[in-house]
């Protein structure tokens, strides 16, 4: 079956535009998380969903950063004013719960100019 | 200190070589501990999966953990060069805990 899907896979900005990247999860996976990469680092947790609700968002840096999942499924992140150091690889994961494995999808390459 | 530590390498061994892999961990609490891979320009994909102390094969992989250390490894056996690509080791504490904590990631190539 289909996977995590991500888009756009590349995305060039400047500085202080806002961006909004995408993540399909795998079909009734419920649990939905946000993840960051940095170059030469591991992912980071940003933000978890279960459901339509974000139960834990302790790991955005920001109030630049939001994200939403209005209907269960498809979730947005949204970065505004972005900065150089927001730079980064957006990973988007699903599970079929919160304890269940994670299944990440490709990515999202953000370059902030 | 970091909660999770791991040699980011590069690490390049031949074609059949043996390969260990390795992350300390500070947090008593973490309970289960994965190894992803992750090739270029892809997201991480789950290779591995250990809750308690001891070791889990794999095919060509064995993990192997060590609760009393704090010391989780990865071996793969027989390397070929498929299996160049980051190793990502990745730790929770379980319960209702969600979180995935990973290292830094092993940089590995396996030269035909």
């Known amino acids: 079956g289909a996977g995590v899907s991500q888009t756009p896979s590349n995305k060039v900005t400047e500085k202080g535009k806002y961006v909004e990247l995408r993540c399909d999860p795998i079909?009734?996976?419920?649990?939905l998380y946000w993840y960051r990469q940095s170059l030469g680092q591991g992912p980071e947790f940003l933000i978890y969903?279960?459901?339509?609700?974000?139960?834990?968002d302790s790991g955005l840096p920001n109030d630049r950063f939001f994200a939403v999942r209005p209907e269960g499924s498809v979730s947005t992140l949204k970065i505004q004013r972005t900065e150089r150091g927001d730079s980064a690889v957006y990973l988007c994961a699903s599970s079929t719960g919160p304890q269940e494995t994670q299944y990440f999808g490709p990515g999202t390459r953000l370059l902030v100019l | 200190q970091k909660e999770v530590e791991q040699d980011p390498g590069p690490l390049s061994v031949p074609e059949g070589a043996i390969v260990s892999l390795n992350c300390t961990y500070s947090n008593s609490a973490f309970q289960y501990f994965m190894w992803y891979r992750q090739y270029s320009r892809k997201g991480p994909e789950l290779l591995m999966y250990?809750?308690?102390?001891g070791n889990k094969e794999d095919g060509r992989f064995t993990a192997q953990v060590d609760k009393s250390s704090k010391y989780i490894s990865l071996f793969i056996r027989d390397s070929q060069p498929s299996d160049s690509a980051t190793y990502l080791c990745a730790i929770n504490s379980g319960g209702s805990n969600y979180k995935l904590t990973f290292g830094k990631g092993t940089l590995l190539t396996v030269n035909p």
């Open positions: 250990t809750y308690s102390s």
């Open positions: 969903f279960q459901g339509t609700g974000a139960a834990d």
């Open positions: 079909s009734g996976h419920t649990a």
